[in-house]
C-alpha cells in the first residue's frame, strides 16, 4: 500500500544542472500534480495532470517540465537548476479532479548552490 | 487569480485551551479542504467542507464553512502536544490555492 512515492528524498544540485524528480501513484488516480513548499508561502502549484498524456501549468511553471505518459507516474524536470528552485517538492495524486481526497508524497528536499 | 488568506500565521497555545484558525478567500468556493502537516512530514488531508454554512466535527476539531462561502474556520479545543503542526486551508477541488498556513505550538 504505497501510495504516492517520490525520489529522490533529499538532493543536491549545482546551478545549472538538470535533474528529474520522480513521483509516482499506485492508486490509479487520474490526477496528479507537483507543489513546491517555501517558508511562510505555504504551497505552491506548479503543474498537475488530469490524466494519461495530459498536462498544464499552475501558478509557479516556469523552469519547471512534466510528461504524464502513464497514469502511475508523472516526473517534474528541472532543465536549468537555480538557486531560487531551492524548496521542498510535494506530487500529489487525487481519484479525479472533483471532491476527492488529495494524497501527497512525502517530499524531497532540493538544495541548489 | 484566486487567493486564500489565513490567520493567524502563529499560534503559541498552551495544552488544554482552545484556539481558532481562520481562512478567507478572495472569491467564493465551490469547497474548501483543510489540511494538517507535522513538522518535516507531508500535508495530511483533514476534511473537505462543500455546503454553506456547513460544520463537521472531528473529535476535537471544528471545522465550519462560512454561508457565503468565502471563509472557512477551525477550532481546536482542549489542545494536546499531538496537534503540533501547521494547518492549511485550501481550495477548491483539484487545483488547490493553498493559505500560507497557520503554524501552531504547543506549550505543555
Known amino acids: 500500500n504505497a501510495g504516492v512515492t517520490q525520489t529522490p528524498k533529499f538532493q543536491v544540485l549545482k546551478t545549472g544542472q538538470s535533474m528529474t524528480l520522480q513521483c509516482a501513484q499506485d492508486m490509479n488516480h487520474e490526477y496528479m500534480s507537483w507543489y513546491r513548499q517555501d517558508p511562510g508561502m505555504g504551497l505552491r502549484l506548479i503543474h498537475y495532470s488530469v490524466g494519461a498524456g495530459i498536462t498544464d501549468q499552475g501558478e509557479v511553471p516556469n523552469g519547471y517540465n512534466v510528461s504524464r505518459s502513464t497514469t502511475e507516474d508523472f516526473p517534474l524536470r528541472l532543465l536549468s537548476a537555480a538557486p531560487s528552485q531551492t524548496s521542498v517538492y510535494f506530487c500529489?495524486?487525487?481519484?479525479?479532479?472533483?471532491?476527492?481526497?488529495?494524497?501527497f508524497g512525502e517530499g524531497s528536499w532540493l538544495t541548489v548552490v | 487569480g484566486q487567493q486564500v488568506m489565513q490567520i493567524p500565521q502563529y499560534q503559541h497555545v498552551q495544552e488544554g485551551e482552545d484556539f481558532t484558525t481562520y481562512c478567507n478567500s478572495s472569491?467564493?468556493?465551490?469547497?474548501i479542504q483543510w489540511y494538517k502537516q507535522r513538522p518535516g512530514g507531508h500535508p495530511v488531508f483533514l476534511i473537505q467542507?462543500?455546503?454553506?454554512?456547513e460544520v463537521k466535527k472531528q473529535k476535537r476539531l471544528t471545522f465550519q464553512f462560512g454561508e457565503a462561502k468565502k471563509n472557512s474556520s477551525l477550532h481546536i479545543t482542549a489542545t494536546q502536544t499531538t496537534d503540533v503542526g501547521t494547518y492549511f486551508c485550501?481550495?477548491?477541488?483539484?487545483?488547490?490555492?493553498f493559505g500560507a498556513g497557520t503554524t501552531v505550538t504547543v506549550r505543555a
Open positions: 472569491t467564493t468556493l465551490s469547497n
Open positions: 500529489a495524486s487525487a481519484k479525479s479532479t472533483v471532491g476527492n481526497t488529495i494524497y
Open positions: 467542507l462543500v455546503k454553506s454554512g
Open positions: 485550501a481550495g477548491p477541488d483539484y487545483k488547490l490555492s
